[in-house]
C-alpha cells in the first residue's frame, strides 16, 4: 500500500508546472530550505527577492536535537504547523486515518490541518483509495440504470406484486395495499388487505386470475419464499394454474412497480385531502381507475388503452357531448333527439361511434341477422385495436430499454476480468457492525453478466455492471483467489457472513414457558432474551437492569 501511494505522489509531482511547489518536496529539498533559511537568519546570503519569499513561507524549530520545518508562527496564534517530505507522507496520512476510526476525507483534514501545513486533500484522496477497509465501508450511490431490460411482448407474461405499509393508517383493520401490476400494460389492479399472510394475498390474486386471467411469471420485491408461499396457496386453491416466481431483488423488473407505488401514494393522499376522508380502503377504487387511465411515459399510452384497446370512459362526459347539455339528458329519447338535432351534428358521428365502442346490450339481444353480421365486424375491429395498442406499448418500452442501455453505457464502461469490485450487501443479509460491500474480483463476464469470486469463495448469482461498483486498485488478485477456492461455491449471504461480525440478524426465541431451560433458543446460545423475543410475557433469561 505504501509502495502504490508513492508511486500515486509521484505521478501527482510530475504533474505540477510550478518548480517552488510548497506541498510536496524530496528529504534533500527539505535539508536545503533548512539550510537556505538559517543562512538567511544568520545574514550569511543576500536578502533577494526570492529569499525575502523564504522568510515569509518557512521557519526552523530545533526539537529533539532535530531540525523541523515550519510555517511561520503569527502573534496571534500559537500552534505550530510543521512541513513533511513526501517520504514522510504516508505515515502522517496514515497515522491520521487510523485515529479517525478509518474516518473519510472531511475528518482527516481537520486532524491534518492542526499539525501540519502542506497536506493536501488529493494526496489524502489518493491515501482512501487505497484502503481496502474504506472500500467495503464505502456507501454506493443509487443508480437508477439498468444494463439488462427485461423486455416482454405477450400479455400476462410476467405480472409484479408489492405490498404498500399502511399499517401507521389503519383504518377498518386493513393495513396493508396489495399493488398487483401487469408488466405489458402497465395496468395496476389495487387490493386492500388486513395482513400480508399469503393465504390472503393468495385469495385477492384468484380474484384477478378469474378476470384477466393467470400470468407466467409473478414477480415481488418481498423475497422468492414470500413469492413461493403465494403461488403454494393459489395451487391449493386452484389446481390447475402454474405460475413460477421471478428473481428476487431484481430491481430491472421492480423499478416499474415502485414507481406505480409512489403515483398510488400520491393520488390516495390527494383523495383523502380533498374528500376530508381517511376511509383509504373505498378511495383505492377511485385510485385505481386514475391510475390506469392517466398516461404511462413508458408506453407511451395509458395502461387501460393498453389493456382494453380505447380510452376509459367516464359516462356521457366521455363521448363528446358538451357538459352544458348532459345536465338536460334524462332518458334514452332525449339522446336519440340530441342526435336528431341538427344544431349538435358536429358532435354526432363522435357520439355513435363511442356509443358502438361501449356497446348496449339491452340492443345486442334483438339484433337481426344484418346487424349481428354488423357487429361481429365491431368486435373484430376492437380486437385489431387492442392488438395494435399493445404492439405500440411494446416499441414504446423497447425504445425505453434502449435509452437506458444508451445512457448505461455512456455511464458504466464493460469491466475487465480481474477488477476488483464493491458488490452491496443488502441490509438483511448483513449483521451489526459489518461493512456495507463486500469486495470481489471478477472471473468471467457473459452476456454482460459478470461472475465473481470473494476470498471466501465464488458467489453463485451472476451481477449485471449497475449493480457492483469497481475499484481503482486491485485488492483481490485472480490467481490467488482462484487457486484456494475455485470449486467452492457460496451464496452473497455466506460470504458475508465469513466476517468478523458473523452473520446477520439476531436469534430470538419466541418461548411462552419462561425460558427456563435449554429449549429455549436463546438460552441455549447464552444469550440473554431480547424485547423482540416474547413481549411483556415472563421470562427467567433477561437481564435486570
Same mark, same amino acid.
Given at each position: 500500500?505504501?509502495?502504490?501511494?508513492?508511486?500515486?505522489?509521484?505521478?501527482?509531482?510530475?504533474?505540477?508546472?510550478?518548480?517552488?511547489?510548497?506541498?510536496?518536496?524530496?528529504?534533500?529539498?527539505?535539508?536545503?530550505?533548512?539550510?537556505?533559511?538559517?543562512?538567511?537568519?544568520?545574514?550569511?546570503?543576500?536578502?533577494?527577492?526570492?529569499?525575502?519569499?523564504?522568510?515569509?513561507?518557512?521557519? @526552523?524549530?530545533?526539537?529533539?536535537? =532535530?531540525? #523541523?520545518?515550519?510555517?511561520? /508562527?503569527?502573534? !496571534?496564534?500559537? %500552534?505550530?504547523?510543521?512541513?513533511?517530505?513526501?517520504?514522510?507522507?504516508?505515515?502522517?496520512?496514515?497515522?491520521?486515518?487510523?485515529?479517525?476510526?478509518?474516518?473519510?476525507?472531511?475528518?482527516?483534514?481537520?486532524?491534518?490541518?492542526?499539525?501540519?501545513?502542506?497536506?493536501?486533500?488529493?494526496?489524502?484522496?489518493?491515501?482512501?483509495?487505497?484502503?481496502?477497509?474504506?472500500?467495503?465501508?464505502?456507501?454506493?450511490?443509487?443508480?437508477?440504470?439498468?444494463?439488462?431490460?427485461?423486455?416482454?411482448?405477450?400479455?400476462?407474461?410476467?405480472?409484479?406484486?408489492?405490498?404498500?405499509?399502511?399499517?401507521?393508517?389503519?383504518?377498518?383493520?386493513?393495513?396493508?395495499?396489495?399493488?398487483?401490476?401487469?408488466?405489458?400494460?402497465?395496468? @395496476?389492479?389495487?387490493?386492500?388487505? =388486513?395482513? #400480508?399472510?399469503?393465504?390472503? /394475498?393468495?385469495? !385477492?390474486?384468484? %380474484?384477478?386470475?378469474?378476470?384477466?386471467?393467470?400470468?407466467?411469471?409473478?414477480?415481488?420485491?418481498?423475497?422468492?419464499?414470500?413469492?413461493?408461499?403465494?403461488?403454494?396457496?393459489?395451487?391449493?386453491?386452484?389446481?390447475?394454474?402454474?405460475?413460477?416466481?421471478?428473481?428476487?431483488?431484481?430491481?430491472?423488473?421492480?423499478?416499474?412497480?415502485?414507481?406505480?407505488?409512489?403515483?398510488?401514494?400520491?393520488?390516495?393522499?390527494?383523495?383523502?385531502?380533498?374528500?376530508?376522508?381517511?376511509?383509504?380502503?373505498?378511495?383505492?377504487?377511485?385510485?385505481?381507475?386514475?391510475?390506469?387511465?392517466?398516461?404511462?411515459?413508458?408506453?407511451?399510452?395509458?395502461?387501460?388503452?393498453?389493456?382494453?384497446?380505447?380510452?376509459?370512459?367516464?359516462?356521457?362526459?366521455?363521448?363528446?357531448?358538451?357538459?352544458?347539455?348532459?345536465?338536460?339528458?334524462?332518458?334514452?329519447?332525449?339522446?336519440?333527439?340530441?342526435?336528431?338535432?341538427?344544431?349538435?351534428?358536429?358532435?354526432?358521428?363522435?357520439?355513435?361511434?363511442?356509443?358502438?365502442?361501449?356497446?348496449?346490450?339491452?340492443?345486442?339481444?334483438?339484433?337481426?341477422?344484418?346487424?349481428?353480421?354488423?357487429?361481429?365486424?365491431?368486435?373484430?375491429?376492437?380486437?385489431?385495436?387492442?392488438?395494435?395498442?399493445?404492439?405500440?406499448?411494446?416499441?414504446?418500452?423497447?425504445?425505453?430499454?434502449?435509452?437506458?442501455?444508451?445512457?448505461?453505457?455512456?455511464?458504466?464502461?464493460?469491466?475487465?476480468?480481474?477488477?476488483?469490485?464493491?458488490?452491496?450487501?443488502?441490509?438483511?443479509?448483513?449483521?451489526?457492525?459489518?461493512?456495507?460491500?463486500?469486495?470481489?474480483?471478477?472471473?468471467?463476464?457473459?452476456?454482460?453478466?459478470?461472475?465473481?469470486?470473494?476470498?471466501?469463495?465464488?458467489?453463485?448469482?451472476?451481477?449485471?455492471?449497475?449493480?457492483?461498483?469497481?475499484?481503482?486498485?486491485?485488492?483481490?488478485?485472480?490467481?490467488?483467489?482462484?487457486?484456494?477456492?475455485?470449486?467452492?461455491?457460496?451464496?452473497?449471504?455466506?460470504?458475508?457472513?465469513?466476517?468478523?461480525?458473523?452473520?446477520?440478524?439476531?436469534?430470538?426465541?419466541?418461548?411462552?414457558?419462561?425460558?427456563?431451560?435449554?429449549?429455549?433458543?436463546?438460552?441455549?446460545?447464552?444469550?440473554?432474551?431480547?424485547?423482540?423475543?416474547?413481549?411483556?410475557?415472563?421470562?427467567?433469561?433477561?437481564?435486570?437492569?
Amino acid at each position: 500500500m505504501e509502495n502504490k501511494f508513492k508511486a500515486a505522489i509521484d505521478k501527482i509531482v510530475s504533474s505540477k508546472k510550478r518548480g517552488d511547489n510548497i506541498f510536496y518536496f524530496s528529504f534533500e529539498e527539505y535539508n536545503n530550505k533548512i539550510q537556505k533559511i538559517k543562512e538567511l537568519k544568520i545574514g550569511t546570503l543576500k536578502k533577494t527577492v526570492t529569499n525575502k519569499r523564504l522568510i515569509r513561507k518557512y521557519d @526552523v524549530v530545533s526539537i529533539g536535537g =532535530k531540525e #523541523k520545518l515550519i510555517k511561520p /508562527i503569527v502573534d !496571534n496564534e500559537s %500552534d505550530v504547523l510543521y512541513y513533511v517530505t513526501v517520504d514522510e507522507l504516508f505515515e502522517v496520512i496514515h497515522a491520521a486515518h487510523l485515529s479517525v476510526g478509518h474516518g473519510g476525507r472531511n475528518r482527516m483534514m481537520a486532524v491534518l490541518k492542526t499539525k501540519y501545513c502542506n497536506v493536501t486533500t488529493e494526496a489524502v484522496m489518493a491515501y482512501l483509495g487505497l484502503c481496502s477497509n474504506c472500500q467495503v465501508k464505502q456507501s454506493n450511490p443509487k443508480r437508477g440504470l439498468v444494463t439488462k431490460p427485461i423486455l416482454h411482448s405477450a400479455f400476462n407474461s410476467r405480472a409484479q406484486i408489492d405490498l404498500i405499509d399502511m399499517q401507521s393508517q389503519n383504518y377498518n383493520n386493513y393495513r396493508y395495499i396489495m399493488n398487483y401490476q401487469v408488466h405489458l400494460t402497465k395496468f @395496476v389492479i389495487l387490493k386492500p388487505l =388486513k395482513t #400480508k399472510r399469503a393465504e390472503e /394475498i393468495a385469495l !385477492n390474486l384468484i %380474484d384477478i386470475y378469474t378476470i384477466f386471467g393467470a400470468p407466467a411469471i409473478l414477480h415481488s420485491d418481498n423475497g422468492r419464499e414470500f413469492v413461493n408461499s403465494i403461488i403454494t396457496n393459489l395451487n391449493e386453491m386452484w389446481g390447475d394454474i402454474k405460475i413460477v416466481h421471478g428473481k428476487p431483488r431484481h430491481s430491472q423488473t421492480q423499478g416499474s412497480i415502485e414507481r406505480a407505488n409512489r403515483d398510488v401514494e400520491e393520488i390516495l393522499a390527494s383523495w383523502m385531502t380533498d374528500n376530508k376522508s381517511k376511509d383509504w380502503q373505498m378511495a383505492l377504487k377511485f385510485v385505481q381507475f386514475q391510475k390506469n387511465r392517466a398516461l404511462n411515459s413508458g408506453i407511451g399510452r395509458s395502461p387501460y388503452e393498453a389493456m382494453f384497446g380505447c380510452t376509459a370512459r367516464t359516462g356521457l362526459a366521455s363521448v363528446g357531448i358538451p357538459y352544458d347539455e348532459i345536465e338536460k339528458l334524462k332518458s334514452e329519447e332525449d339522446i336519440e333527439e340530441l342526435f336528431n338535432n341538427s344544431n349538435h351534428s358536429d358532435h354526432i358521428n363522435a357520439v355513435e361511434d363511442d356509443l358502438v365502442s361501449v356497446g348496449d346490450l339491452e340492443n345486442e339481444v334483438n339484433l337481426e341477422t344484418e346487424n349481428d353480421l354488423r357487429n361481429t365486424k365491431d368486435i373484430d375491429k376492437r380486437i385489431e385495436k387492442i392488438k395494435d395498442q399493445r404492439q405500440k406499448s411494446v416499441i414504446c418500452l423497447e425504445k425505453q430499454a434502449s435509452k437506458m442501455l444508451r445512457l448505461t453505457n455512456e455511464k458504466f464502461s464493460k469491466l475487465d476480468v480481474g477488477t476488483t469490485v464493491r458488490v452491496p450487501i443488502p441490509d438483511v443479509d448483513r449483521a451489526r457492525g459489518s461493512p456495507r460491500n463486500l469486495l470481489a474480483v471478477i472471473i468471467s463476464c457473459e452476456n454482460d453478466m459478470y461472475k465473481l469470486c470473494t476470498e471466501y469463495g465464488v458467489l453463485k448469482h451472476k451481477y449485471t455492471r449497475a449493480q457492483i461498483s469497481p475499484c481503482k486498485e486491485k485488492f483481490l488478485e485472480l490467481d490467488e483467489a482462484m487457486k484456494k477456492i475455485k470449486d467452492r461455491e457460496i451464496t452473497l449471504r455466506e460470504a458475508a457472513g465469513h466476517g468478523i461480525a458473523g452473520h446477520q440478524g439476531f436469534n430470538r426465541c419466541n418461548c411462552k414457558t419462561g425460558c427456563g431451560t435449554k429449549k429455549c433458543a436463546c438460552n441455549a446460545a447464552e444469550m440473554l432474551c431480547s424485547s423482540k423475543c416474547h413481549g411483556n410475557q415472563n421470562c427467567h433469561n433477561k437481564s435486570l437492569l
